[in-house]
Nanobody, 127 residues
């Protein structure tokens, strides 16, 4: 299974971006239909941190405190795509954003619970 995140770019503070994560390869449909998904980010010189997660059916989500009220995770099981809608962006949101598939039907804030990782997409927020 390969995960590919896209949608990053340069945006001014206060702006919005929507990231997408698409799965491809064998079992990709099963993974995107049955597994929890998460978004993580890593800023330069910092550790990777959890951003948001969504359960297999989209009914349950988790948001990091730093993004609550500003970011929304969702998924489209028909399109095998997971989204991260980011609004009211701040310079401190600047990072490489990664999507990942959980080993279970639910997401987790613990990165060790994720078995598939995509290449990241860079989000840069200017002040």
């Amino acid at each position: 299974v390969q995960l590919q995140a896209s949608g990053g770019g340069l945006v001014q503070a206060g702006g919005s971006l929507r990231l997408s994560c698409v799965a491809s390869g064998r079992a990709s449909g099963r993974i995107l239909s049955n597994n929890g998904m998460g978004w993580f980010r890593q800023a330069p010189g910092k550790e990777r941190e959890f951003v948001a997660g969504v359960s297999w059916n989209g009914a349950s989500t988790i948001d990091a405190d730093s993004v609550k009220g500003r970011f929304t995770i969702s998924r489209d099981r028909v399109k095998n795509t997971v989204y991260l809608q980011m609004s009211s962006l701040k310079p401190e949101d600047t990072a490489v954003y990664y999507c990942a598939a959980s080993r279970t039907s639910y997401s987790s804030t613990d990165y060790s619970q994720y078995v598939y990782w995509g290449k990241g997409t860079l989000v840069t927020v200017s002040s």
